[in-house]
């Protein structure tokens, strides 16, 4: 039996933000089912299309496992048995623009009354303000959530990352709150509105950065590399390149072959407790006792010069050989790895962290599998649901409609 297995999830999400959360649920068990209108589906069906005629690896891997039925939730019909959904349903997600779902009739306080444990959980951009209106898509969050104005390089524009944590990221803590939600249903009997701003989650992820802008009340971030610079801070926290964001001070350096290879690079985080290490290892055994460079505090400084002695180091290794000499002596480094190579990693095929599926459109193609293994509920990746694929499975067996009804929803349009 899987974790959330009996649960049943009406996911009205589209993009990525809500089928990311989704996505997760079905892993652990929840019968997830796409609700997409009629003829049109999740637009990312047919975006950054490949394989013509198929639906997009955008669609396919953001909707494993679900099951998908259309349904025009703005016809009567379609409202009619959308209303039967919600009354069979237990989570509702849904992350349409502001207002999308009141403008169909379907409000929180109008759900609560068709099935008072319902949980109802959405995505917007922004929290209730000035601008939760607004319509917001994953760069907009991640600039708007202060990711964008701490990444980067100093005195250069600001820089959006590629991990998508805007949509991706809101839709994980959007899945931890309709967890927790169901497990208070468990007690109160009751659902509950979940909610969860991009601007929020992005923010949440930058926590270390707003803890830099009130340590900057007591003066500059030491461990900042535009410290050791001379460059003086101004009033927030500033782009930091490279740097680590821990007290440990880290950077990305050169290995063997980066002339060539874009990504023959490695982090390099000067961890205090193996100093020593460092030293032998980059040919430096005098830097060890030597009060200029010894401690923390004396070498904070001139990170630009040990950097550069670390990268005079790996710059004649590989990538991997600066991992394979380092860990045994407990110095962190971490390869910087592409697509590519992770795409072909054995390792993560075995994890199922990258899985191979099989789609009857576009054939076998590689996704990621679930991040968060559970002994005793293994999430095995299923294809995502052509357009409507469960339209008649969910309408007789969720709702009991027979054929004829079936045929007739059909009909006027309603599915
Ligand atoms: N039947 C009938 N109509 C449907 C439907 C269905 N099954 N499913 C959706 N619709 C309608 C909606 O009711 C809405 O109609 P309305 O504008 O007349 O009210 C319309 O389709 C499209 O909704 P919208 O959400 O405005 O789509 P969009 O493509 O214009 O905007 C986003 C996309 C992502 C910007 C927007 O949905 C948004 O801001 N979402 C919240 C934040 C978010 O999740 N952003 C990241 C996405 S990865």
């Known amino acids: 039996m899987k974790a959330l297995e009996g649960v049943k999830i009406l996911d009205m999400t589209h993009v990525q933000s809500g089928p990311t959360c989704t996505q997760l649920l079905a892993w652990f068990g929840a019968d997830v089912i796409k609700v997409e209108r ?3 589906g999740d637009a990312t069906r047919k975006q950054l299309v490949d394989v013509p005629g198929a ?18 939730t703005k016809s009567d019909e379609g409202k009619a048995i959308f209303t039967r959904l919600i009354e069979e349903c237990d989570v509702m997600v849904e992350n349409f623009a502001p207002g999308a779902l009141d403008r169909m009739g379907f409000s929180w306080e109008k759900i609560q009354e068709i099935n008072p444990r319902m949980i109802y959980a959405s995505v917007k951009g922004f929290g209730p303000g000035p601008y939760s209106d607004c319509k917001v898509y994953e760069n907009v969050a991640q600039c708007a959530g202060g990711s964008a104005s701490t990444t980067g390089m ?6 959006v990352t590629g991990a998508q944590i805007g949509d991706s990221g809101t839709g994980l803590h959007l899945a931890l709150g309709i967890v927790t939600a169901l497990y208070q249903r468990t007690h109160s009997g009751k659902g509950q509105r979940v909610e969860c701003a991009m601007q929020d989650s992005v ?3 930058c926590r270390v950065k707003l803890r830099d802008q009130q340590r900057l009340k007591a003066g500059p971030l030491k461990e900042y590399s535009q410290f050791s610079e001379g460059i003086p801070f101004g009033e927030a926290t500033p782009r930091a390149g ?5 007290g440990q001070p880290g950077r990305i350096l050169k290995c063997k072959g980066w002339e060539n290879d874009p990504d023959a690079y490695t982090y390099f985080i000067t961890q205090a407790a193996v100093w020593k290490n460092i030293c032998d290892v980059i040919g430096k055994p005098e830097w060890k006792e030597d009060p200029e460079w010894a401690t923390p505090e004396a070498r904070l400084p001139k990170l630009n010069e040990m950097f550069g002695a670390i990268e005079d180091w790996t710059t004649t290794k590989t990538k991997f050989e600066v991992m394979e000499i380092c860990n045994p002596l407990n110095i962190p480094v971490g390869p910087i790895l592409s697509m590519k190579e992770l795409a072909e990693e054995p390792s993560l095929r075995d994890t199922g962290t990258i899985v191979e599926v099989d789609h009857p459109e576009r054939g076998a193609y590689l996704t990621v599998g679930c991040p968060i293994k559970l002994s005793d509920c293994p999430a ?3 294809r995502s ?5 469960h339209t008649d499975e969910i309408l007789s067996e969720i709702l009991g409609m027979n054929e004829d009804e079936i045929a007739a929803a059909k009909d006027v349009g309603a599915v």
């Open 203 to 205: 923010l949440n992820l």
């Open 385 to 389: 649901p052509l357009l409507g694929e």
């Open 380 to 382: 095995d990746v299923a």
């Open 55 to 72: 639906d997009s690896l955008y669609f396919t891997m953001l909707n494993h496992n679900k099951r998908s039925v259309t349904l025009n």
């Open 242 to 246: 490279n740097d680590s964001g821990g």
């Open 154 to 159: 100093l005195g250069e524009t600001p820089m």
């Open 38 to 40: 009629p003829g049109v």
